[in-house]
Nanobody, 128 residues
């Protein structure tokens, strides 16, 4: 059974940091591109960042560029999202997702439709 499990969410003050992890079981994560998405209350889900299967290509939403860093450890079947300089507008449930698709353009991974598997999400709350 394929499972993606996010962890590391919590409550942090503005300017603080959190480190989210996405651990995969039942699949070899190195064969998948991985994306992080988030959904705030009353808002639609939005793309945050994507990393390709090898870790050689990343694509960040403008809202998090320079503050968030995605990385992956294929040996451990995990992907990590380091979030620094957090702002109240970063408050949301964060989801990781895995895509088996192979696109030449990173922007193709900004759509949630291309992902095959999703985690249950982890809550991130940034207090002002």
């Amino acid at each position: 059974q394929v499972q993606l499990a996010e962890s590391g969410g919590g409550v942090v003050q503005t300017g603080g940091s959190l480190r989210l992890s996405c651990a995969a079981s039942g699949l070899t994560l190195s064969r998948y591109a991985v994306g992080w998405f988030r959904q705030a209350p009353g808002k639609e889900r939005e793309f945050v960042v994507h990393i390709n299967w090898s870790g050689g290509t990343t694509d960040y939403a403008d809202s998090v560029k320079g503050r968030f860093t995605i990385s992956r450890d294929n040996a451990k079947n995990t992907v990590t999202l380091q979030m620094n300089s957090l702002k109240p507008e970063d408050t949301a449930v964060y989801y990781c997702a895995a895509s088996a698709a192979r696109f030449s353009s990173s922007s193709s991974y900004r759509s949630g439709d291309v992902y095959n598997y999703w985690g249950q999400g982890t809550q991130v709350t940034v207090s002002s």
